[in-house]
């Protein structure tokens, strides 16, 4: 069982270009969701999704977008990067209404936007 | 906004308990307590949560206070292993979207 996985590992982007993350689930879990982590701080949500076909804003949202086509794909876009989006991406997984309520993490794409 | 407060960092020497302290005064009744941990860049993973009663497992142990305004998580026999960042969180599990990560506490257990 691989859980979360992400790709790519890292990505050194040009400023301007269009960049996909990829985030894939086997656990069939309900709800996605897409972390930003800049150096030295904690973990900030972009976009979160709690069912296939539905989607949300999280706390730093702009420049990005989401889509939700089916429960184990979660992919986010960056539709032109800037600079200041050079961080890692971290994206997770939880069931909502399970008993833990936990979110099981993958292990990030380190992007740097030059 | 968090909903929590940690002190920035502590040390801990190897084999001994660590103490991290989590203070959340404004915690409403259907919150519950989430402890999660990042070790060096890797993607946080979950330890432990509770509601009102000491909770145990096989990585921790948690402990609130009656009035639940704060918490305390127990590594009872810290390795090196430990050395990480650890979050406290406070949500209600079923629903999606509201976790929220402060900066946590940055722990260093030491040799």
């Known amino acids: 069982i691989a859980g979360i996985t992400q790709a790519p590992t890292s990505q050194i982007l040009a400023a301007g270009r269009r960049m996909t993350l990829r985030c894939t689930q086997d656990m069939r879990h309900n709800a996605m969701y897409w972390y930003r982590q800049d150096l030295g701080l904690g973990l900030r949500l972009i976009h979160y999704s709690n069912t296939a076909g539905t989607t949300g804003k999280g706390e730093v949202p702009d420049g990005y977008s989401v889509s939700r086509a089916n429960t184990d794909d979660f992919p986010l876009t960056l539709a032109s990067a800037v600079p200041s989006q050079t961080s890692v991406y971290f994206c997770a997984s939880s069931q909502i209404g399970g008993r833990r309520g936990e979110q099981f993490f993958g292990p990030g794409t380190r992007l740097t936007v030059l | 906004d968090a909903k929590t407060t940690q002190p920035t960092s502590m040390d801990c020497a190897e084999g001994r308990a660590a103490n991290l302290p989590c203070n959340h005064s404004t915690i409403s009744g259907n919150e519950y307590v989430y402890w999660y941990r990042q070790i060096h860049s890797q993607g946080p993973q979950y330890i432990i949560h509770?509601?009102?009663n000491n909770e145990t497992n096989e990585m921790a142990s948690l402990i609130i206070t009656e009035d639940r305004k704060s918490s305390t998580l127990i590594l009872p026999h810290a390795t090196l292993r430990d050395t990480a960042v650890y979050y406290c969180?406070?949500?209600?599990?079923?629903?999606?979207?509201?976790?929220?990560f402060g900066p946590g506490t940055r722990l260093s257990v030491l040799p």
């Open positions: 509770g509601l009102k």
């Open positions: 969180i406070v949500r209600v599990p079923n629903y999606g979207q509201n976790f929220v």
